[in-house]
């Protein structure tokens, strides 16, 4: 009960559920968007792109810079600095992209000739095909957000901006803090001794964060078990 | 089009939310900084005024607020003046709202960077952004700011000595600092370190305190726990749990030569016996393989289910255990001593204090905040952020004793946290002097507190004087630092052989083996550092010998 006992805990997982959505959602839609174009034989420079982006996945800028980025943006300490930092992914744009490719010119070409345009293709044709990818990168990336801390510690101070790992993660730190130093805290206060050990605290901690998954990933499950291309071309 | 229209309308509704989320945050955001500019401009003009007459200040209780980062990623405070009657105190005597932040070592590198950091910092004294502060002009030196604006601040000359850079100024205030020339009668540094066994196993076994003066002693006594193979609370206790490194202190590893020379008390006579010592009982089964393996934490819940007779560690805390059962207690016992008979010593804690709390040099409160560091700095207000505020939390008893209020002690045992939230003890320990809190402990009622003190007092009287050899420790972030890191880690790896090898001729062998291997991760030029910086650190004390069986 410790571990529920401030309330401040239901306002950290308010924070994280809205990230894991709102991040999942718009992760996922900027990266099919840049997946599909480059995945178009048509699209002018996609090797320069591809080079491009390669070079960002292999260098990584430093946090530091990151953090002199977000400042000049006026990210710090605000919601967005939790999602926009995550809103485009080169690996599982090249995946997803790869996945796209999979998909026979024939349906685009036959959608077009029907007179589509370039966004029904993608949103009505392209999307319902490659369910399975898109279901496998947003449970990626929604245990990502779900899990994540660190960019809350680095760029938020305020309270009302802790994820529920960060929150937790004090929590279980304090205790093991408090009892290193309060050592000799404890021959003083002697009602240091009935909190709980830290090692309970942790697994409390862990089942806390963990359960909400376990008890999602049910649901997400039967999205990898359907099959790809349905109802496309035959032969 | 039905399924296209749900998608297009899911998404629209998340990113909506984002949005309003946003929308929310940087409301917050605007507003507090509407307030904070509105308050600003009249106090700024106040204290601008103020501070031309320094003297005049001294009551100038405008409301202000500061910012105040602490590198320590647990810590968290909600100023709460409203609730909590430690922050209502210090707001209502000086005026001062208190935004802490704090993060890990890179964030507060990453504040440095864009160089804006807060009003006040509190940086780890090892850390390697304690010294870029200090030298990168971002922080103020504390000297010129007492002589400015509060000559009357105190700061005892042994902690600004310690502190004092090349450049002949401090820059921080250290907390957990113990002040030798501050004390009175009766203080005395304690140490972590000890020799502690079960009373309640050593009765019903026969075995007696003295036992464990000798090796021979100690062993034929953790073969009777062995042998009986005692039952506590459903486990079979575990006879010993002991550290190397106090062992080899028993056995009185010196850390200084006859020349004066720094000692390193890994590769002492002393040293290697301690390893044989304890190497013989891990093969007699007196003391179990996962002693090299557990952690802290482990070996504490351990101790708090009874399931271990004796330990050297003092901080591996056992009040559980005697909440559960009141006849059990750890007892002092001991010390060992060795074949040479040297004089057994204890490490004592840290003397030269855990973090240093620097004022921001572009702050545009200097006066209130070197005032406020006066302020928090007094023998009282250490006991006041420990305990809570007098008169609420906690007062003087007859014998100048600090007795905590039944008001406190009912609500701590409802719920700790809510005495923590009204309260506040504990809760801002960024200046505590832990002097005055030890001279006006509670006088020990329970029997555990009782052990617990005479156990403190007992191997507090075997300590020697650390200070000068706190000075070996490299800061991060150097080259040494690494080299030391480097070490350390391979030692542990180094005393889990000695201690777990097949018979002693290993042990020998693996200690000499241990002063190749660290010889190729540039031992000489960490040793060449360190003793550098113990014989500065001598001179500096005035000291010619620092070991006690070198000072005639």
Known sequence: MTVFADHTIYHAYFITIMRTLAGTALHVAFTALVAYGMSRKALAGRNVYMIAMLFTMFFYGGLIPNYLLYKELGLLNHFLVLIIPTLFSVWDMIIMMSFFRSIPEQIIESAKIDGAGEYRILLQLIMPLTKPVLAAIALFTGVYHWNAYTDALMFTTKDALEPVQLFLMRIVTDSGAASKFGAQAASVMPEEAKQISPETLKLAMMLATTAPILIIYPFLQKYFVKGVLIGSVKG | ?552
């Open chain 2, 1 to 552: 089009m039905q399924r296209s229209k749900t998608w297009i309308g899911a998404a629209t509704a998340v990113v909506l939310l984002g949005g309003l989320l946003a929308g929310c945050s940087s409301g917050n955001k605007n507003g507090n900084n509407a307030q904070a500019s509105q308050s600003a401009a009249p106090t700024a003009s106040a204290s601008a005024s103020a501070s031309a007459s320094p003297t005049a200040s001294a009551d100038d209780k405008s409301p202000i607020k500061i910012s105040w980062f602490v590198d320590q990623d647990y810590y968290k405070k909600n100023w709460d003046p409203v609730n909590n009657l430690l922050d209502k105190m210090i707001t209502d005597d000086t005026g001062i709202s208190i935004d802490f932040s704090s993060g890990t070592p890179e964030k507060l590198s990453a504040l440095i960077a864009s160089g804006d950091i807060p009003d006040v910092v509190t940086v780890d004294k090892g850390n390697p952004q304690r010294g870029v502060l200090e030298k990168s002009g971002l922080v103020s030196p504390l000297d010129e700011l007492i002589q400015k604006y509060d000559p009357s601040f105190d700061v005892p000359k042994s902690m600004q000595d310690w502190f004092r850079n090349a450049d002949g100024h401090f820059y921080g205030y250290a907390s957990f600092f113990w002040a030798k020339e501050k004390f009175k009668e009766g203080d005395s540094i304690r140490s972590n370190q000890g020799l502690y066994a079960r009373k309640d196993i050593m009765d019903q076994l026969g075995i007696k305190p003295e036992d464990f003066n000798t090796k021979e002693g100690m062993v034929a006594a953790l073969r009777k726990v062995k042998d009986a193979k005692v039952q506590y609370n459903g486990f079979t206790v575990t006879p010993a749990y002991f550290e190397s490194w106090v062992i080899g202190g028993f056995f009185g590893a010196p850390r200084e030569d006859a020349s004066g020379n720094l000692v390193d008390r890994e590769r002492t006579p002393e040293m290697l016996e301690a390893y044989k010592f304890l190497n013989q009982l891990y093969k007699e089964g007196l003391m179990p393989e996962d002693s090299q393996t557990l952690d802290q934490d482990q070996l504490k819940e351990k101790v708090a289910n009874g399931s271990v007779f004796a330990i050297t560690n003092k901080n591996l805390d056992w009040s559980a255990l005697y909440q559960k059962d009141p006849k059990a207690l750890f007892v002092h016992v001991g010390p060992v001593v060795g074949d040479a008979g040297n004089k057994p010593y204890v490490d004592p804690v840290n003397a030269s204090g855990w973090t240093l709390t620097m004022v921001n040099a572009k702050t545009k409160y200097p006066d209130r905040i070197i005032k406020l560091l006066d302020y928090l700095s007094t023998d009282e207000m250490s006991l006041n952020v420990n305990y809570g505020p007098k008169g609420a939390a906690w007062d003087f008893d007859e014998n100048g004793k600090v007795k905590l209020s039944d008001e406190f002690n009912a609500l701590n045992a409802e719920d700790p946290n809510k005495a923590k939230n009204k309260y506040g003890n504990g809760t801002l320990q960024w200046l505590i002097n832990w002097t005055p809190i030890q001279r006006t402990a509670p006088v020990p009622v329970t029997a555990d507190a009782i052990a617990k003190d005479e156990n403190a007092l007992f191997f507090a009287k075997l300590t020697y004087d650390m200070l000068p050899f706190e000075s070996i420790t490299p800061l991060g972030g150097t080259d040494e630092g690494g080299i030391n890191a480097k070490v350390e880690e391979n030692r542990k790896k180094w005393r889990a052989k000695m201690i777990l090898a097949k018979s002693e001729a290993d042990v020998e062998k693996y200690f000499n083996d241990e002063v190749d291997t660290e010889a190729k991760l540039g031992y000489q030029k960490l040793y060449d550092y360190q003793n550098k910086q113990f014989q500065d650190a001598k001179k500096a004390l005035g000291l010619q010998f620092a070991w006690p069986a070198n000072q005639k």
